[in-house]
């Protein structure tokens, strides 16, 4: 995907020859503090600055920019296109000359109307230079109160329309792939009633509500003619993924039991996002809390990663995609966050990364699933297990009244499956489940359940548990050297905890305890 990134990107951003021109110091800039300077003063004014570097860098202001361009100049000729490189831009007015005293006004930007925008089928706010030119500048108005930090492009008709194309194939292909592993996480939140699905479908719609108004697709797509949402959902929308964001994560790696007070702050830091989202909609508190609410997010990251790859040391070697794609998706989204600070310039792969990155992010989701089905098929077992040996009768003669086990030898398939066990040793593997086993000795999920428990008078997991503790007890004993979490891996159990309660179920000690006891014998 970061590979396609890169490619697109390359295609679609990089100069074109005459067709796709960065024209950015081309113009001069003049700052309205008071934002109420009328253009007919503007035009009077002498002192310009100029513009050093091929992009405008006045990041977040509120200060009205004023840009001043010479008509004359071959970047602004007649039929090219102006391509103002942020979506999210609020207003810009183009003032372009029909006369030395008579000027033509165009506006583009989300505070208005898709409809209405000079270039409506543009997906960057645009303007069409005019055939009529009679004046020595024209001057273009800027005003928003997202970051003011981007480049502006001259196109021609045929590289705006290439541009389009484009950007809508790759948009709709990473809408596609995000698209899946939401409908995953509903049918696993439905089907089997785990909330972490729910919250983490909330967070991908979120995201992609996010992304989608960051970068002008929603605007396009989704509400052309409400300008007032457009300006608002952008920020709505990412900060009501923050909370949750936290609480899948929160489940997903159960800091309330591992990380008590991690658990706290996050729940702290999504509560306060949560109440951020109803201030961002009032136009006075819009930017102190769309601040506060980014800098949850850059706080979070760390505090995040570095619980996981504790817990990941900890035994839960289950985690290692959680932080391979997440760990990649928030580290690239802090060169984003940086650019939307002020503290980076615009870039192309800087800006767009993260969207390209996001849905990698979500394939961790298929593990975590995985992981739940493995989880839920050795609940099913156990479940099933529980059903069969059910009886509310006391005398054990009678607890199989429609015993499964009447044309079975149960002392042949009982030593059948002990073999098996012995010989390869099934038992290593976590995954082994009683369908395997049954499979193996050529008996059914009901007869085997039957045969342990009326013969045996164990469970199939306490069965299995009882190889793999005796394997341990060796290791222990011979293999001082050997980490109880290595062993606990190596005897085919999938955590270190895990480990340890059924150890001390079986022995009365934990697998410390017993490696110390034994060595005592020794000396």
Request: proline share 4%; net charge positive; with cysteine.
């Amino acid at each position: 995907m970061l590979f396609l990134f890169l490619f697109f990107a390359g295609i679609s951003c990089a100069p074109d020859g005459f067709g796709n021109q960065n024209v950015t110091n081309r113009f001069e800039f003049f700052l309205d503090k008071n934002t109420e300077i009328p253009f007919g003063q503007i035009q009077k004014i002498h002192t310009w600055n100029p513009i050093s570097e091929n992009q405008l860098s006045f990041n977040f202001t509120n200060d009205v920019i004023w840009l001043r361009g010479k008509t004359t100049d071959e970047g602004f000729s007649q039929g090219r296109i102006l391509s103002l490189e942020w979506k999210a831009l609020d207003e810009a007015i183009l003032f372009f000359p029909e006369s030395p005293k008579e000027y033509q006004t165009y506006k583009t930007g989300d505070t208005i109307p898709k409809s209405k925008w000079t270039l409506p089928e543009a997906l960057y706010p645009s303007f069409l230079i005019p055939k009529q030119n009679r004046g020595e500048y024209f001057y273009i108005r800027i005003q928003s109160k997202s970051i003011i930090s981007f480049p502006i492009l001259s196109l021609d008709e045929k590289t705006l329309h290439k541009r389009m194309i484009l950007e809508t194939a790759i948009t709709w292909m990473i809408l596609g792939v995000c698209a899946v592993m939401f409908v995953f996480a509903l049918f696993y939140f439905f089907a089997f009633r785990l909330s972490e699905f729910f919250f983490y479908a909330a967070y991908v719609v979120c995201t992609v509500l996010w992304y989608n108004g960051q970068y002008g697709n929603a605007y396009d797509v989704l509400w052309p003619e409400s300008p007032w949402w457009q300006n608002k959902a952008i920020l709505t929308f990412s900060t009501l993924g923050i909370p949750f964001s936290f609480q899948f994560v929160r489940m997903f790696l159960n800091t309330k039991a591992n990380n008590p007070r991690i658990d706290k702050i996050l729940l702290i830091m999504g509560i306060v996002a949560l109440f951020c989202v109803p201030a961002i909609l009032i136009a006075p508190t819009t930017k102190i809390f769309s601040r506060i609410a980014t800098y949850i997010y850059l706080i979070s990251i760390p505090l995040i990663l570095g619980t996981a790859l504790r817990n990941y040391f900890k035994g839960e070697k289950r985690i290692l995609f959680f932080l391979i794609s997440w760990g990649t998706y928030f580290i690239i989204s802090y060169n984003t966050m940086f650019y939307l600070l002020g503290i980076l310039p615009y870039s192309t792969p800087l800006l767009y990364s993260a969207v390209f990155i996001f849905p990698i992010d979500l394939f961790f989701l298929l593990f975590n699933l995985l992981q739940k089905y493995e989880k839920l098929e050795d609940e099913r077992n156990e479940i099933l297990h529980r059903i069969i040996t059910l009886n509310t009768d006391s005398d054990k003669n009678t607890r199989y009244a429609k015993s499964k086990l009447n044309s079975v030898n149960t002392e042949e398939s009982l030593a059948k499956l002990e073999s098996w066990m012995l010989a390869t040793k099934p038992y290593l593997d976590e995954k082994l489940d009683l369908e395997i086993a049954s499979r193996a000795v050529g008996l059914t999920v009901q007869q085997t359940s039957e045969l342990l428990n009326s013969k045996l008078g164990v469970s199939f997991r306490s069965y299995l548990n009882g190889f793999r503790i005796a394997d341990a007890k060796k290791i222990l004993k011979d293999k001082p050297e050997m980490s109880i979490l290595s062993i606990a891996y190596a005897t085919g159990f999938g955590s270190k905890t895990a480990f340890n309660v059924e150890f001390k179920k079986a022995t009365g000690v934990s697998p410390l305890q017993y490696r110390q006891s034994e060595e005592a014998k020794n000396l």
